[in-house]
């Protein structure tokens, strides 16, 4: 019938999400087959695009994300459509999506990349809000030019960044871990990059800026953890004094009472599995993302994931671990579409070397960060050596060994050092001769291992 024509469509290639996963995941199969069709799914109006990508190293890369119109990859790929319509239902079997709109979506081979939803401490709460999408931070950003105080729970990336960046606004922060950023950092770290917050931004006059941690535990009287005078202040924050009325409260489980304007819940994502689950029998990780091998490939036929949707499901290497992040996506979305390809053309292809190290290059606290490998010594227990340069203000440097090799390393600031630790860490090279001169500032350890 006529209506059958318009709502069903067929296609070779779909990929569910115009995140950089799925867009880096649909660009690579349509220019790769120009005669397929090839169709990207997205509940959004607008697709992020990776742009000014650098190879900075044999695997660091470094790159911006842009929101563009939809209109600017079907330009680019002629075969390429983009279908902006949330999927509601997967018919696995069958091979088809269904959307909120009543399309009716047959593939041959599908890629999942519809990443994830901030996690909330509480559902449907008003003065709860979760930061994910320019949506969220316009609400954001509404809200807070009005807020007198609020409170930040969470110690990852989005955390750090918020903390930072927020002006005009007394913010507490409550963190469950010993140290600030614990996703990314150390004690040590931490207490590098903590009088930043209390300095005056570059190239901007901050305004009124209060930043007060608070933690739980007993993590302030560990040795090792003493993190100067902010956090001091911290636990004795006001509490019990707190009797004017503000709009939410915030429990902490140290027994502290905060009143706030809003609470900001950035404790992590949870991916956004749930139209793809009902009558399919797809393998979950217990972080509940899409189980992938290492052909990114879920447990339903002819079904792929990829980016912060997916759980790496393989043997990882020793010197790599998923993390949620832009790289990552961009990574997993490109290697999906290979993969996908491999398959169709009934070529083997082996898991692509970004997995080999995990590398990371960021900005916190308008410092340089580079993360490599077990850079907080995951997964090693007792079984690891630190070695840490640090000059106040200007860099910290910390190696991770074990048994004389060099497994990670933190860098922040401008320590040029990244492809020689890169480098010391994939030829896992014995370290022990050297010992403590590997930090030496007045050697220049590149020349050293010329
Ligand atoms: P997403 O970017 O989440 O894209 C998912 C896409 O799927 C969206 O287009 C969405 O509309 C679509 N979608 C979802 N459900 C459906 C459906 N049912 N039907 C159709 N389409 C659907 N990482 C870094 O490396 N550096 C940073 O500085 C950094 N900052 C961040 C700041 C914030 C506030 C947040 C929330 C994350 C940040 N991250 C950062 C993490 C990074 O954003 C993610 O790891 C990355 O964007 C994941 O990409 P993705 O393509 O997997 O998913």
Not at 188 to 216: H, N, V, W
Not at 229 to 245: M, N, T
């Amino acid at each position: 019938t006529v209506m059958a024509a318009n709502t069903e469509k067929t296609f070779k290639f779909v990929v569910v999400g115009g995140g950089i996963a799925g867009v880096t995941c649909a660009e690579q199969l349509a220019s790769q087959f120009p005669s397929a069709d090839v169709a990207l799914l997205t509940a959004a109006p607008l697709i992020k695009a990776v742009c000014n990508f650098k190879q900075v190293s044999k695997t660091l890369e470094e790159f911006d994300v842009e929101e563009r119109p939809s209109s600017v990859l079907e330009e680019k790929y002629p075969n390429l459509r983009v279908i902006q319509s949330a999927v509601k239902a997967l018919h696995a079997q069958q091979h088809t999506l269904q959307t909120v709109d009543g399309l009716e979506i047959h593939y041959e081979k599908l890629c999942i990349c519809s990443g994830g939803r901030p996690k909330l401490l509480t559902q449907d709460n008003p003065y709860v809000l979760g930061i994910r999408d320019t949506d969220s931070a316009q609400e954001f950003q509404k809200r807070l030019s009005k807020a007198r105080r609020i409170v930040v729970v969470g110690n990852g990336g989005i955390a750090l960044e918020l903390v930072y960046e927020v002006e005009g606004c007394e913010v507490i922060w409550a963190v469950k871990d010993k140290a600030i950023g614990n996703t990314f950092f150390d004690a040590g770290a931490a207490q590098f990059l903590i009088p930043s917050l209390d300095t005056d931004k570059p190239e901007r006059a901050a305004t009124c800026k209060r930043a007060r941690y608070t933690i739980e535990g007993r993590g302030l009287e560990e040795p090792g953890s003493a993190l100067g005078p902010d956090w001091h202040e911290g636990i004795s924050l006001r509490g019990a004094e707190e009797v004017s009325s503000w709009p939410v409260y915030a429990q902490l489980t140290n027994g502290k009472t905060f009143g706030c304007d809003f609470i900001v819940s950035a404790t992590g994502v949870v991916p956004n599995t749930e139209p793809f689950l009902q009558g399919n029998s797809f393998a979950l990780a217990e972080d509940s993302g899409l189980k992938v091998d290492d052909h990114m490939m879920t447990s339903e036929p002819d079904v792929y994931a990829a980016g912060d949707v997916c759980t790496a499901g393989w043997e990882p290497s020793h010197l790599w671990q998923q993390m949620r992040l832009w790289t990552q996506a961009r990574q997993m979305g490109w290697y999906a579409g290979r993969c996908m390809a491999a398959d169709v053309l009934s070529e083997t292809i082996e898991l692509d070397f970004c997995f080999e190290l995990f590398s990371h290059i960021t900005k916190f606290f308008n410092y340089k960060v580079v993360l490599l490998g077990k850079f907080n010594g995951q997964g090693l227990g007792l079984n690891q050596e630190l070695l840490v340069r640090c000059t106040k203000g200007h860099e910290y440097v910390k190696v991770v060994l074990s048994g004389g090799r060099m497994l990670g390393a933190v860098l922040i600031g401008e320590t040029d050092l990244e492809e020689t630790f890169e480098n010391l860490i994939l030829n896992q090279m014995d370290l022990t001769p050297y010992g403590e001169e590997l930090l030496n500032p007045n050697i220049d350890i590149e020349d050293y291992f010329d």
